[in-house]
């Protein structure tokens, strides 16, 4: 896992999200797609394709070493208002520093507590951690939940 693509990622929809695009595309990998469907299962996104640098798939195509590179994930963005559902997108772990939580600092940031410099979470924000056990990334109300520990990667309000 790459903190820099991640940093490029949240970059990417901070910037789509600043200027009112639609739908953009971002390079096919893993942890982008587990980032985009924790987004939109916490209804940050409105859809996700798979597709190429042309554009979304009207036929999926399945992805392998000879097609990789042009392989996309094509993210639909949210508005209501004219205003963008994601209005930030941070890092919490940054190429140079490393947060790792434990399975109390994550209830205590689940319920409302700081932990460390990491801010308690406000109304209608998440922070999404990735569990090494189980190489998922996942919202941290649900890890929680499931009594998890993990890497903190961004917060989304």
């Not at 991640?6 to 990998?29: D, G, R, W, Y």
């Not at 209501?80 to 490393?98: A, E, M, T």
Request: a positive charge.
């Amino acid at each position: 896992m790459s903190f820099v693509h991640l940093a490029n990622f949240c970059a990417h929809i901070k910037n789509c999200t600043n200027v009112n695009i639609s739908s953009t595309s971002v390079p096919f990998t893993r942890l982008h797609l587990q980032i985009a469907s924790g987004l939109y299962k916490e209804g940050f996104i409105s859809s996700i394709q798979r597709g190429s640098t042309t554009g979304p798939d009207v036929t999926p195509v399945d992805v392998t070493p000879d097609n990789i590179s042009t392989r996309r994930l094509w993210l639909g963005l949210k508005y209501r208002n004219n205003q963008p559902v994601i209005r930030d997108i941070s890092l919490v772990s940054k190429p140079g520093r490393k947060v790792n939580l434990t399975k109390e600092e994550v209830k205590a940031l689940a319920s409302g507590l700081a932990v460390r410099f990491i801010k308690p979470l406000q109304p209608a924000e998440c922070i999404f951690i990735k569990n090494e056990k189980e190489k998922e990334v996942i919202e941290i109300q649900e890890a929680a939940k499931r009594n998890l520990d993990g890497v903190a990667l961004y917060r989304v309000k």
